[in-house]
Every structure is written in structure tokens, then in C-alpha cells.
């Protein structure tokens, strides 16, 4: 089976902290995403990494950043957190070839 | 753009057959998702339909026409587990998913 980890279940930071989310995937796959998931609008794409130091933003980048130095990990980074960054944060991985993405149970950070 | 369209909420008694609809209007399509995600875990895949038609797996089914733009997954004989959020995404021709915003569905006894 896939596994998808996500690092923190559940954080609480302060506005203008900086903020890593970790993602790490175990079955090698080149493509990794990071969604946010807010209630009535569904999953919207921040960033996406079709492999190792590479990463293109999805429709929803302003305020965040993101590092895939290895190709099981890709981390999400708020540079300054603000109040509106509050949301349920979900990363994917997806093989190149396949069509399936796999979800990690993802993380829920309140900014105060 | 993408635009995808699905109910908020749906009831349904235990036993009974629920479907939940999927409208789209997007730019470019390769396939269209169903996933499940239960309060608070990951969202898992359901199926992916590419052509048109039905495709069955057990008591879940779905249904696509790319002509219409439309999809629906078929819950049969519901069972109480199958209270869950329903997200459709449409998958364009690049790497990216487009999701709807997810369809609560509530099974009674």
C-alpha cells in the first residue's frame, strides 16, 4: 500500500511565524502536491513537484514556498503565517506515469 | 478555468441507493475522479472514468459523459461507513487535478 505521512496532525502557530509542513511518500513516485482544503471550496492546489527540485505553482501560491530536495519529501513553507493561512492542509504523490494521486490524512493549522 | 459542480449535501436511509452528481466546464479533459474521505483522514480513491459509460465495483458505481459534462457516483444497499464527504476532480491534460468542493453524504439508520 501507498503511504502518504504527514508530519503534524494538528498545529496552532502564531501570525508571522515561519511554518514547515512535511510530506514523505514511500513508493518512489516523482510527483508530489500540496492542497488546501477549506469548506465550499474544496481542494485547491498551492504547489506541485513533477520530481527532485522541481516545482511549479498551482493556483493558489501567494504566501507559501516549497523544497523537494529529496524525492520522498516535499515540504510546504509559509514564510510568514497569516490568520488567512488557516485551513487543512493535504499533500499527494503520484507516480509519473500513473493517474492516481494518494493522500496523506493531512494537517490542520490554526494561525492566531 | 476549471468549474465543477456537486451537491453540498445528500441524505440517504441505510439500505437505500444514493447519487450524487457532478457537473464540469473545464479546459481540456483527460478523466474525472471519485474519491472518499471520511472526517478527518485522507481522501482515497473511488475511480477514475475516462470514456463514456458506466463502470461498476461492487456497491460504487460510476458514470460518465464527456459530451454533457456530466458524471455521477452510483452508493448502493448504503451502509452506515459510506457517511463520508464525495469529491469529483476532473483531471486536464497536464499534472494537476481540479476538484469540486465535495459532497457530504449522511447515511441514517
Known amino acids: 500500500d501507498v503511504k502518504v505521512t504527514q508530519s503534524s496532525r494538528y498545529l496552532v502557530k502564531r501570525t508571522g511565524e515561519k511554518v514547515f509542513l512535511e510530506c514523505v511518500q514511500d513508493?518512489?513516485?516523482?510527483?508530489m502536491f500540496w492542497y488546501r482544503q477549506d469548506p465550499g471550496l474544496g481542494l485547491r492546489l498551492i504547489y506541485f513537484?513533477?520530481?527532485?527540485?522541481?516545482?511549479e505553482k498551482g493556483d493558489i501560491p501567494e504566501g507559501y514556498s516549497v523544497s523537494r530536495e529529496k524525492k520522498e519529501r516535499f515540504s510546504l513553507i509559509l514564510e510568514s503565517a497569516s490568520t488567512n493561512q488557516t485551513s487543512m492542509y493535504l499533500c499527494?504523490?503520484?507516480?509519473?506515469?500513473?493517474?492516481?494521486?494518494?493522500f496523506g490524512a493531512g494537517t490542520r493549522l490554526s494561525v492566531l | 478555468g476549471q468549474n465543477i459542480d456537486q451537491p453540498t449535501e445528500m441524505t440517504a436511509t441505510e439500505g437505500a441507493i444514493v447519487q450524487i452528481n457532478c457537473t464540469y466546464q473545464?479546459?481540456?479533459?483527460?478523466?474525472l475522479f471519485w474519491y472518499q474521505q471520511h472526517a478527518g483522514e485522507a481522501p482515497t480513491f473511488l475511480s477514475y472514468?475516462?470514456?463514456?459509460g458506466l463502470e461498476e465495483k461492487g456497491r460504487f458505481s460510476s458514470f460518465l459523459s464527456r459530451s454533457k459534462g456530466y458524471s455521477y457516483l452510483l452508493l448502493k444497499e448504503l451502509q452506515m461507513k459510506d457517511s463520508a464527504s464525495y469529491l469529483c476532480?476532473?483531471?486536464?491534460?497536464?499534472?494537476?487535478?481540479?476538484f469540486g468542493a465535495g459532497t457530504t453524504v449522511t447515511v441514517r439508520a
Open positions: 499527494a504523490s503520484r507516480h509519473g506515469g500513473g493517474y492516481i494521486q494518494y
Open positions: 513508493m518512489d513516485h516523482e510527483n
Open positions: 513537484s513533477y520530481d527532485v527540485k522541481m516545482k
Open positions: 473545464t479546459s481540456g479533459f483527460n478523466g
Open positions: 472514468n475516462v470514456l463514456d
Open positions: 476532480a476532473v483531471r486536464p491534460p497536464d499534472y494537476k487535478l481540479s
